[in-house]
């Protein structure tokens, strides 16, 4: 967003140094620069165009976030790769860097799915998941594709299969192994479909194999 304000400028033949001043509309620069005039200075002014960058509480929330997280990674026995990259930029490069990359992680969260965010701590579980599919001093991969990458971790995996199993259990009184008789290979190769939301996928399972539901 740019924002005109006018810059004045006033210099004295008598009097040593330079005034600077800036004015957010033409009544405030007006007044300042007739008080200027009095002291029999020669005044300059000029209208400029300033670009401001605004954030809302969710830019500030997640740059908070990355920002905790980045400097565990890079504290003590952290990750070596952010260790280095902290070490060549500095704390507080990273630390500005740390709102951009709070800005690229809200685009990637508003990809997961429910089941990926439901339950899960947002400022500990998901911008960790989020920062682990970068890079330190690359490119950002493009949201979507960081978002696919989240949701296919084995830590995701076993969460989608927590919760299917849960569901299963709920309504059908059967549970993956226990009952369904399925290892997690079987479940993975066959039922785990990031997509599709684990209750739905669990009223497939149960069409596929004739399952009435018991509550």
């Known amino acids: 967003m740019e924002i005109d304000l006018i810059y004045i400028e ?14 957010a509309d033409e009544t405030s620069a007006k007044v ?22 605004a954030y809302n509480h969710l830019d500030v929330e997640a740059a908070l976030c990355v920002w905790e997280h980045l400097d565990q990674l890079t504290l003590n026995t952290g990750d070596p790769k952010w260790i280095r990259y902290r070490e060549g930029v500095g704390s507080f490069e990273l630390r500005h ?31 960790p998941a989020i920062i682990d599919t970068m890079i330190p001093g ?13 949701i296919n971790t084995e830590e995701a995996k076993q969460e989608y299969l927590r919760a299917f199993d849960w569901h299963l259990k709920k309504f059908y009184a059967i549970g993956v192994k226990e009952g369904a008789g399925m290892t997690d290979e079987q479940f ?28």
């Open 97 to 127: 860097e740390s709102i951009e990359i709070g800005k690229w992680a809200l685009k990637v969260y508003d990809l997961l799915p429910e089941w990926y965010r439901d339950g899960r701590a947002y400022d500990w579980e998901i911008i």
């Open 138 to 150: 690359e490119t950002r991969p493009e949201p979507a594709e960081a978002a696919k990458t989240a």
């Open 32 to 53: 300042k620069t007739q008080e200027l005039l009095k002291t029999g200075a020669h005044v300059y002014q000029q209208t400029m165009s300033v670009e401001i960058t």
């Open 10 to 23: 006033a210099e004295h033949d008598e009097v040593p140094g330079i005034v600077r001043e800036l004015a």
């Open 188 to 215: 993975f190769q066959n039922w785990f479909d990031p997509s599709v939301e684990p209750q739905e996928q669990v009223a497939k399972f149960a069409e596929n194999y004739g399952l009435g539901q018991m509550r």
